[in-house]
């Protein structure tokens, strides 16, 4: 009615056209939000010259007309029963996150058990408990120094492994040696403890032995073997098993000759008696005659 088209209201209303026949149409799908609808039939009414207000609640009881429509529309939902399946399949019901965590760690823990009982066996069985005794230089530093006199034991008979005294005789049937070897001892060690030997008057060996290790001397005339722990040492002597030396913890020392086995006896030296210390008493003065008439 105004003789104006929709390019001319654009310029002057910054409306766009596709808005304008939007709205003149009724197409609320072409057009934005609501709220912007609102402001574009505002702006399009004033310059019109029409009622805004009147307007505006006409189109806001088309959108109400318009949503209770689409309400409608929307189908019905069946109300009835709902039947909810409890139950879980029994597969389903064992393969729960928190089961096969839990699960997991169990066999985590039983397996760290069985790995560290092992390894204690293991460590048990390579380095086995040993038993220690005194060192052999404080208990000889107990011992008194003096001469020694000599105790000459037979070899008859082997030493006992557990007794503490030399057997009384022992008949020599000494195997074929050497034309200057008359005495063949072999030394095992049982476990490792305190060892000197020597030779003929001269120290082959001193220190701590080896378990398992041996030890073999031969001498003209006499080896002296002396043990900071007896069990630890066992004896062959010329081709005999004397078994080991003594008991556990025991300071032995024997000689080994051709004739038998000695074991040196320390004996005191004697203490020497201090002189009486004579207290020289003082000769009486003299003193002098009177002469008569003095």
Not at 109 to 134: D, K, M, Y
């Amino acid at each position: 009615m105004l003789s104006l088209t929709c390019d001319e209201i654009e310029r002057h209303t910054r409306v766009r056209a596709a808005f304008q026949k939007a709205l003149e149409e009724g197409a609320l799908d072409d057009l934005p939000s609501p709220v912007q609808t609102r402001g574009i039939l505002a702006n399009y009414a004033s310059f019109l010259d029409l009622d805004a207000d009147a307007i505006l609640l006409r189109f806001a009881d088309g959108l109400q007309a318009r949503h209770r429509e689409r309400l409608l529309e929307k189908p019905k939902r069946r109300r009835g029963t709902m039947t909810v399946n409890t139950s879980l399949p029994p597969l389903r019901a064992f393969i729960a996150s928190d089961l096969l965590f839990g699960g997991g760690i169990a066999i985590l823990l039983i397996l760290f058990a069985i790995w560290g009982i092992t390894r204690v066996v293991a460590v048990g069985e390579a380095n086995p408990p040993r038993a220690t005794s005194l060192p052999v230089s404080q208990i000889l530093a107990e011992t008194p120094v003096g001469s020694q006199g000599v105790t000459v034991i037979p070899a008859d008979t082997a030493l006992a492994s557990t007794a503490l005294a030399v057997p009384a005789t022992i008949t020599l049937q000494a195997p074929t040696l050497g034309s200057d070897v008359n005495v063949q001892v072999n030394l095992v060690a049982i476990e490792s403890t305190y060892l000197r030997v020597s030779v003929d008057g001269k120290v082959q060996f001193e220190g701590r032995t080896e378990a398992g290790s041996a030890y073999p001397y031969t001498a003209r005339n006499q080896i002296e073997v002396l043990a900071g722990s007896a069990s630890g040492i066992k004896v062959t002597y010329n081709g005999r098993d004397l078994g080991v030396m003594g008991g556990f913890g025991e300071v032995v020392d024997r000689i080994y000759t051709a004739s038998g086995v000695t074991t040196p006896t320390p004996t005191l030296a004697p203490t020497s008696t201090a002189a009486p210390d004579l207290t020289p008493t003082t000769a009486p003065s003299a003193t002098g005659t009177p002469t008569p008439g003095g």
